[in-house]
């Protein structure tokens, strides 16, 4: 009798394992076929990058614009900055040049004014740069209907700007925009393989993800700096409210949801400093993590709701820009499975370990091999040349795949502190573009 018993609760131990495993082969199935589709609506999107250029005719209206610069200890670019600002082929009396020194420890502010730049003082405590475009745009809205701009164009301080910019912003403006991103080019994407990577980052961004959907009519994503708000979209809003890490991706989530394209100018081109280190890159895209987490908390819902209630395309794309974090944590969940499905069959006996090896193997070669793929074609597509490139392309891989512990800290801890990185690159814009030609 007891070795029936034991021979009944092993055979139930065996039917409660079978289905277990049962049970994790479905779910590792789902969530597979989920990625796939959620892979396939981006690919998807993706063959309309390689569209032509939106145009923005010409036009005889020169608007009034501000180009407003937060800055924190940036005494070694600023004034580069205010200089390409001074050479826009815009009339000059159609636009200021507004710098917003904060926190500052060094002589940023003194810089700025030697450069011919104005100077807009905080006055309230300053935390962040969404902080100090709340303050400047409260103070804007204060201020008479005829001291009041059109639009005003965002920079960081360590930007350099195309002379076109401008220009190419105000004939987005004519043409009906409420909001617009530029191009974002890289001051020193061959200094190491960190700015390579950045660089190739918002060459992807650029191509693959923005001039992709000005062409079917969808919102280009903000990108902190390099971008348009009309003075009607800011009333609009009531001001410059954001609460999250990422101002930018708050606001493009702002104007989806007031039915405010962003729309994508790429002839309005400016050039960014990249972080040289590892640890300087870490530390950013923590940042860029909280927000993005902030961002879904508070408005995946709004955005849900408005895609499925409304039939919102604009809204259905941004909830599903937003659901890449969900995505990233499936996928680890995915890998988790199969490691589980592999070891019960290598100990039965159906498989051999090395033929787990050499999968795994395949499949990590088979990705970096994706990665530079995709890297060397936005490069090329950025009128970039490849062998310039290399360290960023190489590093790709890891750069990308090194957001996967970003975001797994961050969903456990935000970083809920804005970190100043020092700029150093001293570069003018015509040697910048000097180097471009050669």
Same mark, same amino acid.
């Given at each position: 009798?007891?070795?029936?018993?034991?021979?009944?609760?092993?055979?139930?131990?065996?039917?409660?394992?079978?289905?277990?495993?049962?049970?994790?082969?479905?779910?590792?199935?789902?969530?597979?076929?989920?990625?796939?589709?959620?892979?396939?609506?981006?690919?998807?999107?993706?063959?309309?990058?390689?569209?032509?250029?939106?145009?923005?005719?010409?036009?005889?209206?020169?608007?009034?614009?501000?180009?407003?610069?937060?800055?924190?200890?940036?005494?070694?670019?600023?004034?580069?900055?205010?200089?390409?600002?001074?050479?826009?082929?815009?009339?000059?009396?159609?636009?200021?040049?507004?710098?917003?020194?904060?926190?500052?420890?060094?002589? =940023?502010?003194?810089?700025?004014?030697?450069?011919?730049?104005?100077?807009?003082?905080?006055?309230?405590?300053?935390?962040?740069?969404?902080?100090?475009?709340?303050?400047?745009?409260?103070?804007?809205?204060?201020?008479?209907?005829?001291?009041?701009?059109?639009?005003?164009?965002?920079?960081?301080?360590?930007?350099?700007?195309?002379?076109?910019?401008?220009?190419?912003?105000?004939?987005?403006?004519?043409?009906?925009?409420?909001?617009?991103?530029?191009?974002?080019?890289?001051?020193?994407?061959?200094?190491?393989?960190?700015?390579?990577?950045?660089?190739?980052?918002?060459?992807?961004?650029?191509?693959?993800?923005?001039?992709?959907?000005?062409?079917?009519?969808?919102?280009?994503?903000?990108?902190?700096?390099?971008?348009?708000?009309? $003075?009607?979209?800011?009333?609009?809003?009531?001001?410059?409210?954001?609460?999250?890490?990422?101002?930018?991706?708050?606001?493009?989530?702002?104007?989806?949801?007031?039915?405010?394209?962003? $729309?994508?100018?790429?002839?309005?081109?400016?050039?960014?400093?990249?972080?040289?280190?590892?640890?300087?890159?870490?530390?950013?895209?923590?940042?860029?993590?909280?927000?993005?987490?902030?961002?879904?908390?508070?408005?995946? !819902?709004?955005? =849900?709701?408005?895609?499925?209630?409304?039939?919102?395309?604009?809204?259905?794309?941004?909830?599903?820009?937003?659901?890449?974090?969900?995505?990233?944590?499936?996928?680890?969940?995915?890998?988790?499975?199969?490691?589980?499905?592999?070891?019960?069959?290598?100990?039965?006996?159906?498989?051999?370990?090395?033929?787990?090896?050499?999968?795994?193997?395949?499949?990590?070669?088979?990705?970096?091999?994706?990665?530079?793929?995709?890297?060397?074609?936005?490069?090329?597509?950025? $009128?970039?040349?490849?062998?310039?490139?290399?360290?960023?392309?190489?590093?790709?891989?890891?750069?990308?795949?090194?957001?996967?512990?970003?975001?797994?800290?961050?969903?456990?801890?935000?970083?809920?502190? !804005?970190?100043?990185?020092?700029?150093?690159?001293?570069?003018?814009?015509?040697?910048?573009?000097?180097?471009?030609?050669?």
């Amino acid at each position: 009798e007891p070795n029936k018993m034991e021979g009944t609760v092993l055979n139930i131990m065996e039917i409660s394992s079978i289905n277990i495993m049962e049970a994790v082969r479905i779910i590792r199935m789902a969530i597979t076929v989920g990625l796939f589709i959620y892979s396939m609506y981006f690919l998807t999107i993706c063959l309309f990058s390689f569209s032509p250029n939106p145009e923005y005719p010409q036009t005889d209206r020169k608007r009034r614009i501000a180009a407003v610069i937060a800055a924190r200890n940036e005494e070694a670019v600023i004034a580069n900055l205010v200089e390409s600002l001074k050479r826009q082929d815009y009339p000059r009396d159609r636009y200021d040049i507004i710098v917003i020194p904060n926190n500052c420890t060094d002589n =940023t502010e003194q810089e700025a004014r030697r450069s011919g730049a104005e100077i807009f003082t905080c006055k309230r405590t300053i935390k962040s740069k969404g902080d100090v475009l709340s303050e400047f745009f409260d103070h804007i809205l204060s201020l008479d209907e005829n001291d009041r701009y059109d639009a005003y164009c965002i920079f960081d301080a360590d930007n350099l700007v195309d002379e076109k910019f401008l220009d190419f912003m105000n004939r987005a403006l004519e043409a009906g925009a409420y909001s617009a991103q530029g191009y974002r080019d890289s001051k020193n994407p061959y200094d190491s393989a960190i700015s390579g990577s950045y660089a190739i980052y918002y060459y992807a961004v650029n191509r693959f993800f923005n001039q992709a959907r000005s062409r079917i009519g969808l919102s280009a994503l903000i990108s902190g700096s390099g971008f348009m708000v009309s $003075h009607e979209l800011i009333n609009k809003m009531g001001g410059w409210v954001t609460h999250t890490m990422t101002e930018d991706i708050e606001l493009t989530t702002k104007c989806v949801l007031m039915d405010c394209r962003v $729309h994508w100018v790429p002839d309005a081109i400016i050039y960014d400093e990249q972080p040289l280190s590892f640890e300087q890159s870490w530390m950013q895209r923590k940042r860029w993590t909280t927000g993005l987490i902030q961002g879904i908390e508070s408005y995946f !819902w709004p955005l =849900t709701k408005k895609a499925f209630t409304k039939l919102s395309l604009s809204s259905f794309d941004m909830m599903m820009f937003m659901s890449a974090l969900a995505s990233q944590i499936l996928y680890i969940v995915a890998i988790i499975l199969t490691a589980v499905i592999d070891y019960e069959l290598v100990k039965a006996g159906s498989m051999s370990p090395m033929y787990v090896f050499y999968r795994l193997s395949g499949a990590v070669a088979l990705s970096y091999m994706f990665c530079m793929m995709m890297s060397t074609i936005a490069v090329i597509m950025a $009128h970039r040349k490849p062998h310039k490139m290399r360290k960023g392309i190489l590093f790709f891989w890891a750069f990308v795949f090194s957001w996967v512990p970003i975001n797994l800290i961050c969903m456990i801890k935000k970083e809920t502190v !804005w970190r100043h990185i020092d700029h150093t690159v001293a570069v003018k814009i015509d040697d910048l573009q000097a180097d471009e030609r050669e």
